[in-house]
């Protein structure tokens, strides 16, 4: 079966999708998008991820009906139902694509008419249980987050600082790379939230460190304060990492996978940690019911 795009409000195989070569999206990344994952049909807080894309598109003047009103975002929400649907897919990646559109040849934004809207889909293969055992490895990277630029809080099209951040984790053997802030303060990985434990209490960088307002971020801390776990939004220090009892990164696609290794040496045991399963059983439980 061919696989079916949607392109500016038409299903399309993917072979009739044709995006214009003076995109600005292309040509200068100026746009936003979304990954999102889909359990049997269902895309996991849709609502949240239209509502962070509508305040990202907001903050960089993306202005458009189709973001900016209710029924533009309704009309987002049945696109991304019907692409899954048309690729009859069930478990998915979902990944929402919107950029100024086709523009002149310089930056400027103003010569963009109207924007261009692209979804994707394809079959999801999770990472296998004993990956969530062993965890991942993490490298530190040698680039940084700038926790003043607005791209930091961004999930724009310019996505090369986390390919380099990630591409040297890789040549170093590792999983994923965790990037401090200018500051010195821990900030994210290349594409996830990161999270510790230290005293039985859930640590994360705040907003104000230079991180993605991660939707799966969201979800943990809300489970661990509907838990009574202390949770700490706050700036952290490296030293806190490769000290902490356990670590964990987040995104919709991993859910939450552990960090266990750090620059070549254990985070805690090495294993998986028991509040990081406990968090992540918590996470799927509200992903089945959100599901039912
Ligand atoms: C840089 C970065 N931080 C955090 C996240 C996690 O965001 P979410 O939980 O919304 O998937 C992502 C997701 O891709 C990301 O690219």
Not at 85 to 98: C, G, H, V, W, Y
Not at 207 to 222: D, K, N, W, Y
Not at 264 to 270: D, E, Q, Y
Request: proline share 4%; charged share 25%.
């Amino acid at each position: 079966m061919a696989e079916i795009i949607y392109l500016n409000g038409r299903l399309v195989p993917r072979s009739k999708a044709k995006l214009s070569p003076f995109d600005h999206g292309f040509l200068y990344g100026y746009g936003l998008f979304e990954t999102m994952r889909a359990y049997d049909e269902h895309i996991f807080r849709l609502d949240r991820h239209l509502a962070r894309l509508r305040c990202s598109a907001e903050s960089i003047g993306l202005t458009h009906n189709i973001l900016s009103t209710d029924e533009g975002k309704q009309s987002l929400k049945v696109a991304c139902l019907a692409t899954l649907e048309a690729n009859k897919l069930k478990d998915a990646r979902l990944r929402l694509t919107i950029s100024a559109g086709e523009g002149g040849m310089t930056p400027d934004p103003s010569t963009c008419s109207s924007p261009t809207v692209l979804i994707t889909a394809r079959t999801l293969f999770p990472l296998p249980p004993e990956k969530y055992e062993s965890g991942f490895k993490a490298a530190l990277s040698s680039l940084h987050r700038n926790s003043q630029s607005p791209l930091s809080r961004l999930k724009s099209t310019c996505y090369l600082e986390n390919i380099l951040a990630r591409m040297e984790a890789r040549a170093a053997g590792c999983d994923e790379a965790i990037l401090l802030n200018e500051q010195g303060y821990l900030a994210e990985g290349s594409t996830a939230n990161v999270f510790l434990v230290s005293n039985g209490e859930l640590i994360t960088p705040s907003f104000e460190s230079g991180v993605l307002p991660g939707i799966t971020r969201e979800a943990v801390l809300e489970i661990a304060r509907a838990s009574n776990i202390e949770t700490q939004e706050r700036q952290v220090e490296l030293k806190e990492l490769i000290e902490a009892e356990e670590a964990f990164i987040t995104n919709s696609i991993l859910e939450l996978m552990p960090l266990t290794w750090f620059e070549g040496k254990p985070i805690g045991s090495g294993k998986a940690g028991q509040l990081t399963k406990e968090l992540l059983a918590s996470y799927r439980k509200i992903v089945d019911e959100a599901v039912k």
